[in-house]
């Protein structure tokens, strides 16, 4: 990777991604996804571009900073994605995006390998969105008929003795050998009369499942130390780590709490020099890990898939990734991914368009 030369100019593109259906979690329910795509041009004429994306109501980054702060860099940009403020994770992701693809003088390869010249794919799992239960088993047998191997899916948005019995039929229907994932977005700190979190845990790790997302809000560190020490069914952590910034405070949280895998959303987090961190801090201490979208479109995926298969400074076997996001919107940028018998491919052959273009005319 070449010398970053000096960025002249910030093109910005805002753009609301909707969804093809409601998503819910146990927080609220997404209709569409605030975005901006960003293209940065170098004194040498090459043009790299990024992706800065949102999730309202878990993202640290706020519209109005976005746009205020993409307004001022516009003529007078900055030149590492360091000096971007870290109250604003998202745009330092989408600026350490479009410099990858400066450097590599190609603006979409951000991480250059295998991955993005088509060679090798990476193991996905299969995602389950909240619904009604037979709506949900539905997308599972979807997901199991189209090779999926590893399916995922929210936890407590109904009450734990109904979300039990359909979770139950998923495993008699899937079998043994099917990993399922689970991610309660911190809903398990509801009180709920007749079940205690552990219990909660003790009955999924009865019925083989791999792992929990964040069972309890981030803010109670306490019970999520509690539930690693002592749940029979692995603890990853998520929403816990936005916002913690620096070796010294991520090492802290990890020894505190202790889980079995972290989660790494990049545009949360701040992009991709901070999640090799978070995999330094959590390999040093014998702890999983797995790259997620953060349901960004096809260009911000493309860009976390190369990092999580070629970018990523790893010990580890890479585990079945968080990837499988990209069919969610109506108005996604077509490109070379695709989504087959659990594994997301990069067809080289398939093009992807022009973007200015299409941002400009679509």
Sequence with gaps: MRALPRIT???VYPWN????????????ILHNKPSWFIKLSDEQGHEGWGECSIIPGLSMDRAIEIETYLARVSANPPQRAEDIPASLPAVQFAFEMAMNGL????????????????????????????????DMLEQARYLLRNGFTTLKMKVGSMPFDAELEWLSALRNEAGADVVLRTDANGAFSKIEPGWTTLRKLEVLADLNFHSIEQPLNSSDVEGLADLSANSPLPIALDESLIGVRGVQQKAALLDTIRPQFVVLKPSLLGGFAECQEWVDLAEDRE???WATSALESNLGLYAIAQWAKDGVKTRQPIL????GTGGLFTNNIPGSLFAEAGK???????HWPNLTSFLINL
């Design 9 to 11: 100019k910030v093109d």
């Design 287 to 289: 702890l999983g890990w």
């Design 320 to 323: 079945v990734q968080g990837l």
């Design 103 to 134: 450097r590599n003088e190609n603006d979409l390869q951000f991480f250059p390998g295998n991955f993005a010249e088509g060679v090798s794919t990476i193991a996905i799992n299969g995602l389950i969105w909240m619904a009604d239960a037979e």
């Design 344 to 350: 997301l491919i990069n067809r080289v052959g398939h």
């Design 17 to 28: 991604l909707e969804f093809k259906r409601p998503a819910k979690t146990s927080r609220n």
